[in-house]
DNA sequence: GGTAAAAGTCGACCGTGGTCATTTTTAACA
DNA sequence: TGTTAAAAATGACCACGGTCGACTTTTACC
């Protein structure tokens, strides 16, 4: 047999996984070790190494997982003709409710999604990707439909609207602002950005945009 | 003498400062062991630990050392008559190339500062704050030049800015732009923020901006 | 100075994350 | 089935960050 051995492979994978959503949902990241972790999913400690470098990519693994998921689902229910500004309320919030549901998982994985180790940088990008393909067919037809400026790059445009988003998560973790008063908040800074920083009669000097 | 005592406290204190900004420019901050660190400064370990709660708390005290001295240099430097837009250029790259100049540092100084842990995100506060009075005073005064909109709050406008700089960084960890095109990629992320992302012809049926 | 309490220093000690030589399991072939 | 080489699992082991009670120095008061 031949897919014998990676299907035992997977389920092992899984078992550790499922150890680490147990251990680290009731006791935390932290006072979690690896050993108990290890005890709990049936193997020896050496061979949560074997699948995962190092304790934190458990961590970040198990949220890829997730994430996955609540992107799925927000593909399948957001209501493409909407407003753009609605659509991108909407998606926000529900990454914004997704990591703030468990701040110290959030946390770690932010922390390594937005400053990552230079050398893995290359496999974050893929993370990310995700996030900018959820907002980037969003931005498109806001283009085509004429609510947004088509003179900018919609990456460019992406990254805007990710920017707000790491403050938002900034502002919440820094408790300057509630749960509760979380979409006002970006409903605010998204109509800052929509409408421009500058009165509409300014003249503008220096818009001389960049590749 | 009253003196002595604090005075000596603070000389260790210093002691351990150097070392850890020795040792952490040669070797970097996890490949340095506390006790190494304890040794070079001329104390013992649980000295270290006294005088700072953590080995992060003794990078994060060496940042913010830094770039207390980088905030005044700028205070004396900026022109206070250039254009909002060029004076925030200005700042934030000088902010962008201390945080750059030693990545692993910036990383973890930018890691915990952005995603504090919540209990100690008071402490963090004011570090942040430090950031906002720089930009708080050529904001306020855009606004009175005209130069800004005058119905959003300068709170507001403060994170736009430090959105858009948080992206900048990421950006850079994340090996999307290189050092040379942070300038480039900055005015873009400024001009699109200045101009507005709706055509000005837009309808804003969704202006209604909150506290 | 003498002395007792408070402040400061110390390093042996603990549990941890992570490694690696060794052992066990698997797959392939005669 | 028996043999063997590769793949996978293992836990003793290591260096580290951080703790703690024992120890030394300073202060304040007589």
Redesign the interface.
């Known amino acids: 047999m031949h897919l014998t051995r990676e299907a035992k492979k997977k389920k092992t994978k899984k078992a550790i996984l499922a150890a680490a959503v147990e251990l680290f949902s009731i006791n935390g990241f932290e006072k979690t070790s690896i050993s108990q972790l290890a005890k709990t999913a049936g193997v020896g400690k050496g061979t949560v190494y074997s699948y995962f470098k190092t304790k934190q990519d458990l961590l970040l693994a198990f949220c890829e997982d997730e994430l996955e998921y609540i992107h799925e689902q927000l593909n399948t229910r957001t209501n493409q003709d909407a407003?753009v500004?609605?659509q991108l309320v909407t998606v926000f919030m529900a990454e914004f409710e997704y990591v703030t549901r468990n701040?110290e998982f959030g946390?770690l994985y932010?922390?390594e999604i937005?400053?990552?180790?230079?050398l893995l940088?290359?496999k974050?990008?893929e993370g990310?990707n995700k996030f900018f393909e959820m907002i980037f067919p969003i931005l498109l037809k806001g283009q085509e439909r004429?609510?947004?400026?088509q003179e900018?790059e919609l990456l460019?445009?992406c990254?805007?609207f990710?920017?707000?988003y790491?403050?938002l998560?900034?502002?919440w973790?820094?408790?300057?602002i509630a749960t509760s008063e979380a979409e006002?908040?970006l409903?605010?800074?998204?109509?800052?950005?929509?409408?421009?920083?500058?009165?509409?009669t300014?003249t503008?000097?220096?818009?001389?945009?960049?590749s």
Chains 1, 2 share one sequence.
């Open positions: 407003p500004f609605e701040p946390r932010m922390q937005v400053f990552p180790k230079k940088a290359e974050h990008k990310e004429g609510e947004i400026r900018f460019h445009l990254g805007h990710f920017a707000i790491l403050l998560l900034h502002a973790y820094s408790d300057f006002a908040a409903r605010t800074l998204f109509t800052q950005a929509f409408v421009g920083l500058q009165p509409s300014a503008t000097h220096h818009a001389e945009a960049q």
